[in-house]
């Protein structure tokens, strides 16, 4: 099954996405989605978000990328949902078309928290609706001063609960946080956004991008298996109790003590020298 898997492997640097911009670092470690229809802020259509979840997907079988940067041109991160080329075609849809639609998006989330790759988002002005989703899914969240993000869905006579909202974002924020921004669609600003840990932390404009591809070099250069058992048990444990995540936690953590990297980081440390990790 392995080798079948291994097979499977393939490099991502040539990937040609036709309704965003996939840019990969000269290591061909680190990818930078770009959404880039500057004009209209960024929004998402029915293509990208498809596109989206089928690149998501498919990075579990990349053999080179090791770090995904999320980002919007021209000074905005998104939008979100576009209004004339997806809210409107959806209010002459009947409900099996919307109930596709709707499976469609958390498909995409739910690809973004699965692939093995960690991915920052680095956000910048407009981060709203579906693009307040792409953010709260991101493993790691970079802003500017200037960002302002709104979880928008009650302004268009929607639920706040879309995409994982109401699952995901109390997780990140609190309950309470989560219930005002869901409830009123109101913009959290950028100090808001840090105070309450949705956002790592803030950066001006022309560094928050440099700062998402620093932490992203760095985690490629780290152990990747490690940090791919990272990101899936932060995401499997939360429907676990407790003797079932320390169970969970010991099975992953022996399962890591058996790779390569860490017997490269342990002679390292002997040999006092930093570790060359190469994610087996």
């Known amino acids: 099954m392995s ?23 000269e290591d061909g470690r680190v990818a930078t989605i770009r959404l880039n229809r500057s004009e209209r802020k960024n929004p998402l259509t029915f ?13 579990v079988y990349a053999s080179d990328i090791r770090a995904i940067v ?50 920052i988002a680095a956000v910048d ?15 790691m969240r970079l802003a500017t001063p200037e960002a302002k993000t709104a979880f928008l869905f009650t302004r268009v006579g929607l639920a706040g609960a879309d995409m994982g909202a109401c699952g995901i974002l109390p997780r990140i924020i609190g309950q309470g946080r989560a219930a005002e921004l869901l409830f009123t669609g109101r913009t959290m600003n950028a100090d808001e956004g840090q105070a309450w840990g949705f956002y790592n932390a803030l ?8 700062e998402a591809a620093k932490l992203a070099h760095s985690l490629a250069a780290g152990p990747w298996f490690a940090h791919t058992m990272t990101k899936t048990m932060l995401n499997q444990e939360w429907a676990m109790g407790i003797d079932e995540m320390i169970e969970s936690e010991a099975q992953a953590q022996a399962i890591c003590m058996v790779t390569k990297d860490f017997r490269r980081a342990f002679e390292a440390f002997a040999e006092k020298r930093k570790p060359i990790f190469e994610g087996n």
């Open 3 to 25: 080798d079948a898997i291994n097979e499977m492997k393939r490099g991502f640097r040539d990937y040609q996405p036709k309704h965003f911009l996939w840019e990969v670092s």
């Open 47 to 59: 293509e990208s978000y498809a596109e989206l979840r089928d690149l998501f997907r498919d990075l």
């Open 70 to 119: 999320l980002t919007g041109a021209g000074g905005n991160f998104s939008s979100g949902g576009d209004v004339f080329e997806i809210i409107e075609p959806l209010t002459d849809m009947a409900m099996p078309e919307l109930l596709a639609f709707t499976r469609m998006t958390g498909d995409l989330v739910k690809a973004m928290k699965k692939c093995p790759q960690p991915i």
């Open 125 to 139: 002005g407009i981060c709203a609706g579906a693009g307040a989703i792409l953010a709260m899914a991101s493993d």
């Open 203 to 210: 950066h001006a404009a022309d560094q928050v991008e440099v």
